[in-house]
T-cell receptor, first 114, second 110 residues
């Protein structure tokens, strides 16, 4: 079955720790996205990538980093510089990255700070 | 002010009722998406519109470009329709990125 997987489902971070959220897709999509969802707010774009080895900052990139070494994979690292990381993180992909395309979402990772 | 506004924020309906969720945006768009988020958090795309109207089963989405407004209608609502409904606009001034509304929490009671 084609789709997007995210792991883990829940992730706990200690103060000062970097954590990495996994996102994998087998839809052969060029574009991948990371969003953050907070209660009562719309999804906000953290980073996106339209091609391997290239990515752009979204609206709230501070305290996050990404890599895109393979087409299928777009991991997100939440660094210790992100002071308020508790949120629901969603990964998505689309064919080539235009706003006319359907975005396909993963099941999400809920990050909590200990 | 958010570029994409949804109303209402919360909606409770009785099974069988006709439901309307509204989305308005402030600048020109390339496309308007409606999404559904289930209680577990997963999001699925329902519609993508750039003009007119689309229908899928009991769901209908319309858009009025001149008024910068879109609506999502659910006919003969059912408890399984309970979810968060999100609109997202491809705002021209933001290139290809989508800007998301805060969502409408829908609860359909039996």
């Amino acid at each position: 079955d084609g789709g997007i997987t995210q792991s883990p489902k829940y992730l706990f971070r200690k103060e000062g720790q970097n954590v990495t959220l996994s996102c994998e897709q087998n839809l052969n999509h060029d574009a991948m996205y990371w969003y953050r969802q907070d209660p009562g707010q719309g999804l906000r774009l953290i980073y996106y990538s339209q091609i391997v080895n290239d990515f752009q900052k979204g609206d709230i990139a501070e305290g996050y980093s990404v890599s895109r070494e393979k087409k299928e994979s777009f991991p997100l690292t939440v660094t210790s510089a992100q002071k308020n990381p508790t949120a629901f993180y969603l990964c998505a992909s689309s064919g080539s990255g235009t706003s006319y395309e359907t975005q396909y979402f993963g099941p999400g990772t809920r990050l909590l700070v200990l | 002010k958010n570029e994409v506004e949804q109303s209402p924020q919360n909606l409770t309906a009785q099974e069988g009722e006709f439901i309307t969720i509204n989305c308005s945006y402030s600048v020109g768009i390339s496309a308007l998406h409606w999404l559904q988020q289930h209680p577990g958090g997963g999001i699925v795309s329902l519609f993508m519109l750039s003009s007119g109207k689309k229908k899928h089963g009991r769901l209908i989405a319309t858009i009025n470009i001149q008024e910068k407004h879109s609506s999502l209608h659910i006919t003969a609502s059912h408890p399984r329709d309970s979810a968060v409904y999100i609109c997202a606009a491809g705002l021209m001034e933001y290139g290809n990125k989508l800007v998301f509304g805060a969502g409408t929490i829908l609860r359909v009671k039996s």
